[in-house]
């Protein structure tokens, strides 16, 4: 069992940033490839940015490329995911997801990840 914390959300005025970050109960961190997801209002769950287990590849939706960047410290157990230039489409909630596949390879798709954080409210005012 994995547990993950996200924390980090927020209300921030459009062309602002922010900060994610998922913390996760096992030592074994390092062995997960993990992902950011969101959910906005009436919307299915969006895959946002993933990161391989050392962190040496990445991958990000086409919405949030040059303005998300994710990135991990395996020392601290630690995924993060720095958001700049906010749109008010940005609004969602931020899940993470740990990916437990001995897999080379970030998925895109929610359904490869095993374990899920509860959730951090992003809002972004126009």
């Known amino acids: 069992q994995v547990q993950l914390v996200e924390s980090g959300g927020g209300l921030v005025q459009a062309g602002g940033s922010l900060g994610l970050s998922c913390a996760a109960s096992k030592a074994t961190f390092s062995r997960y490839a993990m992902g950011w997801f969101r959910q906005a209002p009436g919307k299915e769950r969006e895959f946002v940015a993933g990161?391989?287990?050392?962190?040496?590849?990445?991958r990000y939706a086409d919405s949030v490329k040059g303005r998300f960047t994710i990135s991990r410290d395996n020392a601290k157990n630690t995924v993060y995911l720095q958001m700049n230039s906010l749109k008010p489409e940005d609004t969602a909630v931020y899940y993470c997801?740990?990916?437990?596949?001995?897999?080379?390879?970030?998925?895109?798709?929610?359904?490869?990840?095993?374990?899920w954080g509860q959730g951090t409210q992003v809002t972004v005012s126009s």
């Open positions: 997801a740990a990916d437990l596949s001995v897999m080379a390879v970030v998925f895109t798709t929610s359904n490869a990840y095993d374990y």
């Open positions: 990161i391989s287990r050392s962190g040496g590849s990445v």
